[in-house]
């Protein structure tokens, strides 16, 4: 596992060419109960490891005109997010599961299996604006500050740079860990509520929120949907409860749009 994180994090660096980051290492117990508040920096180094183990698990597509296109869709959503001070970042993962994910620092995946689930742009841009919701909101950042172990581990920060890595690490893995159990059912629900304020920001029609969820209501009963959306059904709350909060934002939501139906099919048809 630790030689595929560390391809990983050289294909991430590749990729992405993310810029090296300088973060204070923590070094003390002492202040374990009272933790303070997880930094920009920190939380987009926590992020390059989270990405790293996400690709290792599931690989990056190799098709760089998709990737470009899923970049365009994500950056035009984010640019309606109130957060700006990280840069934010969009790949996609080359498998069938359906799913995205969010990873702090503005590190958001989208899987193959979820694209082809899609019908148009409006859609792509309701999915991405969901987790760039997470990522606005600092959910997964909170998660971990709130942890027992997180407490033990970063309280008192100093620099020292030769025992960055391995509080890092320690902080990573806690991330990587709530980002596959799931986040709070309060937070989902207020990730699919924003994710619709930035995409009627951004100009989509946000009719498309809904119809991703039904498609993945009508998914889940088929037989094949333990395999493909396992993870997205156990990580999530109930299809019945996101539909209720989605119908509710919609009443005060912009539903006149663009669906871009086209320029999606024309981005995504070889895959």
Do not use: C
């Not at 990573?172 to 059912?185: C, F, I, Q, Y």
């Not at 989509?204 to 993945?216: F, P, Q």
């Amino acid at each position: 596992m630790k030689n595929l994180r560390l391809i990983a994090l050289l294909a991430l660096a590749v990729f992405w060419a993310v810029p090296a980051v300088r973060a204070e290492v923590p070094i003390s117990p002492k202040m374990a109960k009272a933790v303070r508040p997880i930094t920009t920096e920190e939380e987009i180094d926590m992020g390059r490891e989270v990405a790293a183990n996400v690709i290792a698990q599931f690989g990056l597509s190799q098709d760089e005109a998709l990737s470009e296109y899923v970049n365009l869709v994500g950056l035009t959503v984010a640019r309606a997010a109130p957060r700006q001070d990280v840069a934010y970042r969009f790949a996609v993962l080359d498998t069938g599961v359906v799913n995205a994910l969010a990873a702090p620092g503005g590190y958001i995946f989208v899987t193959k299996g979820l694209l082809a689930l899609l019908k148009d742009e409006a859609q792509l841009a309701a999915v991405l604006a969901h987790e760039i919701a997470h990522v606005s909101q600092r959910h997964v950042v909170e998660a971990v500050r709130k942890s027992r172990i997180a407490d033990a581990v970063i309280p008192n920060y100093v620099k020292a740079s030769a025992r960055k890595a391995e509080f890092m690490s320690q902080v990573a893995d806690l991330a990587v860990e709530t980002a596959w159990k799931g986040l709070s059912r309060e937070d989902e629900l207020q990730a699919d509520r924003l994710g619709i304020e930035y995409a009627a920001k951004a100009g989509y029609d946000t009719a498309a929120y809904r119809e991703v969820l039904e498609s993945i209501k009508e998914r889940s009963g088929s037989p094949d949907a333990s395999k493909e959306l396992k993870f997205l059904l156990s990580t999530h709350p109930k299809a019945e409860d996101r539909l209720a909060a989605v119908d509710e934002a919609l009443k005060t939501a912009s539903l006149k749009g663009s669906r871009l139906e086209d320029r999606f099919k024309k981005s995504t048809e070889k895959n």
